[in-house]
């Protein structure tokens, strides 16, 4: 991002496109085990991740206290 600012006229080697393109094909040929043991795998960390972010987050938090203090 800075180099786009500071040197728009930079020759740049690297292209989005044929990168993306690179990764899809790579992707593409996973086993479909694998993609079932990522889903499974992705599932169990968004599930950990936002039950401790619910817990711990300072909103709720705040919200806890300012029951509480009106109780």
Partial sequence: MVLR???PHMHRTFRVPLG????????????????????VWM????????????????LATAENVAVTAEL
């Fill in 5 to 7: 600012r500071t040197r």
């Fill in 20 to 39: 993306f393109m690179f990764c899809v094909w790579m992707m593409g040929s996973l086993s479909s085990v694998t993609w079932v043991v990522f889903g």
């Fill in 43 to 58: 599932a169990v960390g968004l599930v950990f991740y936002f039950l401790y972010g619910y817990r711990r987050s300072r």
